[in-house]
């Protein structure tokens, strides 16, 4: 097609004096949508001198086909393909369940296995590799397919539909931007609000505290929110209603798309109270029955077809019977918090639709509820965990322990995570979980679609087998909007999902997706044709693969006639088992999966990975008032070594208090701090213990200097030292911190000047009211070298617990 041809004969058709509405309407038909931002047709010169005597062109506006439907894809979080109602399993979710009654439910509909790989698969339509997120952001390394940065060729979703005429706004969890671009020096061409979204509310990483979330509304850091009640799932439905209702109350024909994708259900699992009481009891017969319960569901919802056997467990998981009653007792609450965060996340869901059609726009929006970003999450390990932090920091939580925290599982005092054998349950009738995306316990999602104005059929099953890089193909066919070959200057690489209209009005139609790789660290599969062969190099909760890439053991499945993937062909059938390896081979060089790379540890150092580091060999860091939210990618590591922080300040008459430079919060982290005026440092261990030095006197009225040395006891990683406070060069305190954080403060807290945000590092201030009320002049961070023992101790020590944290995102 000719644009130049066509953009002269619209300019012409739009300057003739017998301009028409028609005439524009016919011209608009032959817009190239192609190429996208549309360009502006490039009109005639006028040659006429009074406006009077002439008349304007009609006013050239890219809009959306007419009768483009509105778009709302809601991605909930570790949520596998037998947790949810809808599709069998225990957590009772009507929202998910009154869609079905109405739409269309998918019961063979696959994701990546992992969180960043499956988000941005599904707003672009690419595979994962493609979008260079072969893992997640935090385990990028240097090889192409794997460099945590979306390229230029790979246009999201989002932006194709904002350039012809839609409001795009997106809600949520983000997990799609390299962490060490997210500070005020960017690049910023991968945040949300420059991949296409007009309005961005939510967080960046992997996980966030819910009640106490690192919120960002657009590229602002915004203050977190604390008024009683407060969570975020609440909040970013208010956000997303907020925007729908004022977006189509200016623009009412203009179509909106909106990505709803909240924390619920990743660790932390924080929900109200109320929701996790509904659950009281339910999940104390144990993993094990929930299993059989949940399969019971499944065949009879027709979800699974007849004489779908289960799968079983994995050997790690121990039967239900074998705990002891302390361990059933911790591991039922757990379970019973999991399950309210899905139903209070299905709930706020609710909300977000009934809104949409308080609107009037329920009929002509097309929806995608898919519930499970992969498979329920294992990595909580054989007991799961009052707090994160201490599975990071390498601290064994035990039972006994935990059960201190048994009423306030769930709530502001906790970070938890649940055991293992929940998540396989969580993805009956299937053996595996999350990052395994060589079974279908990793990748099976359930998913739903309902488009009341297009799709007449309700209630009703579809079997064709489909992956998520299908949903954006799926929308630009729907929106009667061609895939573009050119975005913003730069050819784009060919979308590589199927739509699935086909399947809207032939329940029967053969799957058109017919081939599909995997691969996540080293576990991989092909699907081919409804033959599926893969490979287990590594489950979730091991530290180590189980052997070498090219001595992995290979299983087949005639996934046809094989649902739940229980009977291994591999040994009876070698040659087709080759012939999909060969397939397999061939994708992942077509799709830049190879090399795979199934290094853990040194793929969480960026030098050895390849990645950048903002800090990387610098010893000395200076800060200013009002530097805050800055992560620990960004931040200079303070961790197995001596230190000292030095802050020049200025105290007004009458004294000052408030937080002169702190990192982390209440799971761990430090501070430095006046409190009555007297210079104060605190270290909290992972939330177990507030190690505290304060100088006996408050500081003068006028400019001061406040210095911390740190002498760190060495010998290892994670040792304790002694602090020491220093005013204007005269030592006035010190303290012995007997044990430090080796590995990570926090998931999602970050280090600020002049305030603490979202949760407090002590119990010496409160949370927001604590600002510092003098003046900050500068703050000044000098960490001493690692000696080389230590360095390799704290290299391997920061590595595990790094792939600890990279994993469990």
């Known amino acids: 097609m000719n644009t130049g041809i066509i953009f002269t004969a619209l300019s012409v058709a739009l300057c003739a004096a017998s301009f028409t509405p028609q005439a524009a309407e016919a011209a608009d038909l032959k817009l190239d949508r192609t190429v996208l931002p549309i360009p502006e047709p490039d009109y005639p010169r006028s040659t006429v001198l009074d406006a009077r005597d002439t008349k304007p062109p009609a006013r050239f506006e890219v809009k959306a086909p007419a009768g483009a439907p509105n778009v709302l894809v809601v991605l909930v979080d570790d949520m596998g393909f037998g947790m949810p109602s809808a599709f069998g399993g225990p957590v009772r979710m009507p929202t998910a369940d009154r869609l079905a009654t109405q739409g269309l439910r998918y019961n063979q509909f696959h994701t990546t296995a992992l969180c960043s790989p499956t988000r941005t698969a599904l707003l672009s339509g690419r595979n994962h590799h493609m979008n260079n997120m072969g893992s997640i952001t935090e385990t990028a390394t240097g090889f192409p397919g794997n460099t945590g940065q979306r390229p230029n060729n790979v246009t999201p979703l989002a932006e194709m539909l904002r350039l012809n005429g839609y409001s795009t706004g997106f809600f949520g969890k983000n997990h799609e931007t390299a962490p060490w671009e997210v500070s005020p020096s960017g690049p910023t061409d991968r945040w949300p609000t420059r991949s296409g979204f007009d309005k961005f509310y939510g967080f960046f990483g992997g996980e966030t505290d819910q009640w106490n979330p690192t919120l960002y509304d657009g590229m602002a850091r915004v203050p977190t929110p604390h008024y009683p009640g407060y969570n975020f799932m609440t909040d970013m439905t208010d956000q997303a209603i907020g925007w729908m209702k004022f977006q189509k109350s200016l623009t009412p024909d203009k179509p909106f798309f909106i990505y709803f994708a909240p924390g619920a259900t990743h660790a932390p699992h924080h929900v109200p109270k109320e929701w996790i009481e509904k659950n009281k009891g339910r999940f104390d017969g144990g993993w094990d029955k929930m299993r059989e319960a949940t399969l019971a569901r499944q065949v009879e919802l027709g979800v699974v077809p007849k004489g779908t056997k289960l799968a079983a467990k994995p050997k790690d998981i121990k039967d239900w019977d074998k705990l002891t009653a302390d361990e059933q007792k911790l591991f039922a609450r757990q379970m019973e918090v999991y399950s309210g965060f899905g139903e209070y996340c299905d709930h706020e869901i609710g909300r977000l639709f009934d809104a949409i059609g308080d609107a009037g726009q329920?009929?002509?929006?097309?929806?995608?509820?898919?519930?499970?970003?992969?498979?329920?999450?294992?990595?909580?390990?054989?007991?799961?965990?009052f707090s994160e932090m201490t599975y990071f920091n390498n601290v064994q939580e035990t039972v006994q322990e935990m059960l201190k925290h048994y009423d306030e599982w769930g709530g502001p005092s906790t970070y938890p995570h649940m055991a293992a054998g929940w998540a396989v349950a969580g993805n009956t009738p299937f053996m595996w979980t999350k990052q395994i995306p060589s079974n279908y316990g990793g990748t099976r999602n359930g998913m739903i679609i309902s488009w009341p104005k297009r799709i007449k059929a309700a209630n009703e099953i579809r079997s064709q087998w489909h992956h998520v890089i299908d949903v954006a193909p799926t929308v630009l066919e729907a929106a009667s909007l061609p895939e573009p070959k050119s975005v913003n200057g730069t050819v784009q690489s060919p979308i590589e999902g199927v739509s699935m209209v086909y399947s809207f009005d032939q329940p029967d139609a053969k799957s058109t997706h017919k081939t599909q790789y995997f691969e996540i660290f080293g576990n991989r599969a092909i699907y081919h044709d409804g033959w599926f062969a893969g490979t287990i190099h590594r489950a979730p909760w091991e530290k180590v693969p189980r052997q070498k890439l090219q001595e992995d053991i290979r299983e087949l499945y005639d996934a046809r006639n094989d649902f739940s993937l229980v009977n291994d062909l591999a040994a009876t059938n070698p040659k087709k088992l080759k012939e999909l390896q060969g397939i397999f081979m061939?994708?992942?060089?077509?799709?830049?999966?190879?090399?795979i790379d199934d290094r853990l540890l040194e793929r969480l150092v960026p030098a050895t990975a390849g990645r950048p580091d903002l800090m990387g060999e610098r010893t000395s860091l200076t800060l200013s008032e009002g530097m805050n939210s800055m992560s620990e990618n960004v931040f200079i590591n303070i961790k197995n070594r001596s230190l000292s922080i030095t802050a020049e300040v200025e105290?007004?008459?009458?004294?000052?208090?408030?937080?002169?430079?702190?990192?982390?919060?209440?799971?761990?982290g430090w501070t430095l701090y006046l409190k009555e005026g007297k210079p104060t440092y605190c270290y909290n261990f992972v939330g177990m213990q507030e190690y505290k030095v304060s100088a006996p006197?408050?500081?003068?009225?006028?400019?001061?200097?406040?210095?911390?040395?740190?002498?760190y006891d060495g010998s290892g990683v994670g040792k304790g030292g002694t602090a020491t406070i220093l005013v204007n060069g005269e030592k006035v305190a010190s303290g012995r911190i007997e044990r430090t954080q080796m590995a990570i403060f926090s998931a999602d807290e970050t280090a600020g000047v002049g305030m603490d945000d979202a949760t407090p590092v002590t119990t010496d201030y409160k949370e927001r009211d604590n600002a510092f009320t003098g003046k900050i002049l500068k703050v000044t961070v000098d960490v001493k070298p690692i000696g080389a023992a230590v360095k390799a101790e704290a290299d391997t020590g920061q590595r595990?617990?790094?792939?600890?944290?990279?994993?469990?995102?």
């Open 586 to 595: 061939k994708e992942a060089t077509k799709y830049r999966v190879l090399p």
């Open 697 to 711: 006197q408050a500081l003068a009225a006028g400019k001061a200097t406040v210095r911390v040395n740190f002498d």
């Open 800 to 809: 595990t617990a790094a792939v600890k944290k990279a994993l469990s995102d």
């Open 651 to 668: 105290i007004p008459d009458g004294g000052a208090n408030g937080v002169i430079l702190a990192q982390g919060g209440r799971f761990g």
């Open 362 to 385: 329920s009929d002509n929006t097309l929806i995608f509820y898919i519930i499970g970003d992969n498979g329920t999450s294992a990595e909580g390990g054989m007991s799961g965990m």
